[in-house]
């Protein structure tokens, strides 16, 4: 048996995932698939989108939940307006365009940058750092 010395940086190193840049994005709803795709992405979005009703109205918000069913009318999404405190419901059926109006919180916020800002600080010989989480405003 060898006697050898393992790096714990260099164990079970894997990739994080890339994050979509969404922010700014306006999905194309054309087919039932592009709709249901747009809404996951959405619900996954650390930022306000804005949602455009069928009859015409627009409501801006944070989706916090979404409920998928085998049609676009069983299927919906809870949404908390950005003006108020209630909760909404809003069927896919009643959905015709969708923007990502708000900025993703999270984007650059990854446990890897973190990390990486430690030690950039160490490197460059600070004394007294630590790993603190940012503030997501």
């Known amino acids: 048996m060898t ?16 994050r979509e840049q ?3 994005w306006i999905p194309s ?8 795709a747009a809404l ?3 619900f996954d979005y650390r930022g306000d989108v804005t949602i455009t009703l069928k009859d015409g109205r627009t409501i801006s918000g944070y ?14 999404v809870r949404l908390i307006p ?15 365009a969708l923007a990502f109006t708000g ?3 999270a984007a650059g916020k990854s446990f890897e940058a973190w990390v990486r800002k430690y030690w950039e600080k160490k490197t460059a ?10 503030s997501l405003e």
């Open 3 to 18: 006697n050898t010395v393992l790096n714990p940086d260099q164990l079970e190193v894997a990739e994080g995932r890339e």
């Open 63 to 76: 989706i916090f939940d979404r409920r998928t069913g085998p049609t676009l009318a069983t299927s919906a």
């Open 82 to 96: 950005a003006a108020e405190r209630t909760k909404l419901t809003i069927a896919y059926s009643d959905i015709a």
């Open 29 to 36: 709803l054309a087919s039932d698939a592009e709709i249901h």
């Open 40 to 42: 996951e992405k959405a």
């Open 125 to 134: 010989g600070e004394k007294g750092i630590a790993l603190h989480p940012e």
């Open 22 to 24: 969404l922010e700014g």
């Open 103 to 105: 900025r993703d919180t």
